[in-house]
């Protein structure tokens, strides 16, 4: 990595009021919460095994995930509310200042 981590307040849903701090990651292909994240209330955790998916980082190696969830964000970047897929990582520990990674390869469903 150059340079710092670029990190954004977002709205997302299921935060109410708060706007958390997100790593805006152009690296990343996709969008992941962590389960330590509060979220109120907290939204239905979806499987990904009804799409018959496994996800493999680079060299193949395991993603650990507990599903995922559909939810509406908006950041500095786009200025639009978008609906996207949020993966659900199951850490013990995260960085203080973002328990949110959003790509900038969004994923819009309608």
């Known amino acids: 990595m150059v340079g710092d981590a670029y990190l954004s307040t ?3 849903t299921h935060t109410a009021k708060r706007q958390p701090t997100a790593l805006i990651d152009s690296g990343s292909q996709i969008s992941v919460v962590t389960e330590m994240f509060n979220m109120t209330p907290k939204p239905a955790l979806i499987s990904l ?3 018959n ?3 493999k980082a ?3 190696t ?3 995930y507990s599903g995922f969830i559909l939810a509406n964000i908006r950041s500095k970047i786009v200025d ?3 609906e996207t897929i949020l993966l659900v990582a199951p850490v013990d ?3 203080s200042s973002a328990h949110v990674i959003i790509s900038t390869d ?3 469903y309608k």
Request: hydrophobic share 45%.
């Open 10 to 12: 977002i709205a997302i």
């Open 49 to 51: 095994n009804e799409f």
């Open 53 to 55: 998916l496994e996800l």
């Open 58 to 60: 680079a060299r193949y």
């Open 62 to 64: 395991h993603i650990p």
């Open 80 to 82: 639009m509310k978008v």
């Open 93 to 95: 520990e995260s960085n």
């Open 106 to 108: 969004y994923q819009i």
